[in-house]
């Protein structure tokens, strides 16, 4: 791991950035900061406590943090995810056959449990433990990598639903599997494009999907406001276009992140590190909360954009990261 100090001036854009809306997200989750070997949890205790007396974020930001540039030799790559909406059933009824499950009691941390293969060919059947049933295979696989849903019941009314678990076998990338095929290309594979070569070929494309065999559970979230986001890793709901997803072991969860995305669309702001990813792996890999709903889900779709990220890192943490001078 490679590590450099950096000033306010080296981050482009920060002078115009929206300091309130990341000051704002970073509050939520500042007392439930999840400390790595990056740093300590007493680094963050007393700047949570006096968060309540901030009247100028920019400032707290600038004068409490040591922006910190974290590198595993790996390029920087920024994706994008989001809350989809999508109609489903409480029961299996008609078109409504693919399952969302309920997270098994059998299920430990870190022990690798059925593949995804094995489920969705039935050793979960006959359990109870279907918490909703979606009426497109594909968006039910896609819905285990974006984490949460907004579901508009077929019975009426809604239900929220987020991430409850994992079967802990490793994630493989379909995407990547389709441009090694040579099916894709690189700069054609998204989202999109992927849902569209599945539901064009429903027999591979279902061996496809069986491809990853990482597999998530859910449980429905009753406590949530319409108005909020899908909670996240950090049990907070993370926030439109200021909520990162990162790997916690480079990123401390709860940490502002500086990002400057290149690509089509540059994105220059501060966001604050609040959820995790299967496929986030790396000190300069990160994910991108769009929000909730179509539009969201497109920006989402077609993120795949090279950049930086900066870690905003209390004083004491940097100090001891950082090599001496």
Known sequence: MKVKALSYSELAGWETDNHAEAFAAFRKSCKKLRPNDVTKAEDWKDLCAITKYVSSPKAFFEIFFQPVLIEDGKSALFTGYYEPE?????????????????????????????????IENGALEGRGLELAWLADPVENFFLHVQGSVRLKLNEGGSMRVGFAGKNHQTYRSVGKELIRRGVLTSSNASAGSIKAWVRNNPVEGRKLLQHNPSFVFFRELTNLSPKDGPIGAMGVSVTDDRTLAVDPKYQPLGAPVWINKLGAKPLHRLMIAQDVGSAIKG?????????????????AGTTKDPGRMITLLPHASAQRLLPES
């Open 283 to 299: 000190a300069q890999r990160a994910d991108i909360f769009y929000g909730t709903g179509a539009e969201a889900g497109r920006i």
């Open 86 to 118: 999508i109609i489903a059933s409480r029961t299996r009824v008609g078109k409504f056959k693919y399952p969302l499950y309920k997270r098994p009691a059998e299920l430990k941390e870190g022990v690798p449990w059925k593949t995804r293969a094995e």
